[in-house]
């Protein structure tokens, strides 16, 4: 059985930082996208950052490129996203994701192309 468990969010003055991890088990984690998804109340979980089975290839939503970053640490089966610079039109529950396919595409950008989801971590950008 798959589980990711997320960590790192909280509250944060704008134009600071968090780090969000996602560790891993039940799958071979080393050969399966990752990626973190963000949803606000009232609107439709959409990605923010997505990563390649082999963590070479990454993407970025227009809102977050440059001011995050995503990493995947194969040998420990963890998946990072680094938040700088944080806005606030930044808060959300933030839920990381394995995708469906094994190996597959480098990256995916849409909820059902992701099999396995965390619980979520709140993150509030204060003013």
């Known amino acids: 059985q798959v589980q990711l468990v997320e960590s790192g969010g909280g509250l944060v003055q704008a134009g600071g930082s968090l780090r969000l991890s996602c560790a891993a088990s039940?799958?071979?984690?080393?050969?399966?996208?990752m990626g973190w998804f963000r949803q606000a109340p009232g609107k439709e979980r959409d990605i923010v950052a997505a990563i390649s089975w082999s963590a070479d290839v990454t993407y970025y939503a227009d809102s977050v490129k440059g001011r995050f970053t995503i990493s995947k640490d194969n040998a420990k089966n963890t998946v990072y996203l680094q938040m700088n610079s944080l806005k606030p039109e930044d808060p959300a529950v933030y839920y990381c994701a394995q995708a469906r396919t094994y190996v597959g595409m480098p990256y995916y950008l849409l909820p059902y192309q992701y099999s396995y989801w965390g619980q979520g971590t709140q993150v509030t950008v204060s003013s």
């Open positions: 039940g799958r071979t984690f080393s050969m399966y996208a």
